[in-house]
């Protein structure tokens, strides 16, 4: 069974935010919403302290908490481990907001665009309910894997079918693919180095992996 997850090295990532501006871009999301973000953190006590840059999102859990308290079913999880919100069917209760331990969902009450008045080509293409009062988030860019997956790409591999914040990660700290398949990126990275997954202790098993070394956090 394909699960898609996406990985983080800790050890490679620079604090660029090239991720989260490939995101908003590509996804036309508005003012002050951001599905892709990049934590800058201080870790240690002076003088020996250590920055690291810890890009977050939706982890697309293979528990979603923000499913279970969805009233509508607008919240669904797909076979390959995505986890989508139906805008047709949001109607911006926020109990997802609410649940989700990862700070992922964002709701506004008005669309508004980057440079005012004028609609960027991509937020002319998602203007309406996508935008305003109903639950959004990163989904993984799943337009594009399935469109890829229709032309016969490999998410992870084809650029054409893979996440635009992987695409745009100049110093390739960031991956995607299938941890089913042994022969994935993803699942290399993952059985050949050590990672974490944030708050693992509330079982929602995160599709969203970070790779460190004891010399980074």
Sequence with gaps: MTRYVMVADLRRCVGCQTCTAACKEGNGTPPGVQWRRVLDLETGTYPAVNRVFVPVGCQHCANPPCMEVCPTTATRQRTDGIVTIDYDLCIGCS????????????????????????????????TGRETAGVATKCSFCVGRIDAGLAR??????????????????????????????????VNRLLAENQSFRMHESEGTEPGFHYIWDKGTL
């Excluded at 649940?99 to 960027?120: E, H, K, V, W």
């Excluded at 790409?153 to 042994?182: H, Q, R």
């Design 152 to 185: 016969g790409l490999v998410p992870g591999l084809d650029p054409d079918a893979t996440p635009l914040c992987v695409n745009s990660c100049i110093s390739g700290a960031l991956s995607f693919g299938d941890i089913e398949d042994p022969a994935s990126p």
């Design 95 to 126: 109990y997802c907001i609410m649940a989700c331990p990862y700070d992922a969902r964002s709701l506004i009450d008005q669309t508004g665009y980057a440079f005012g008045d004028t609609p960027t080509t991509a937020e002319a293409a998602r």
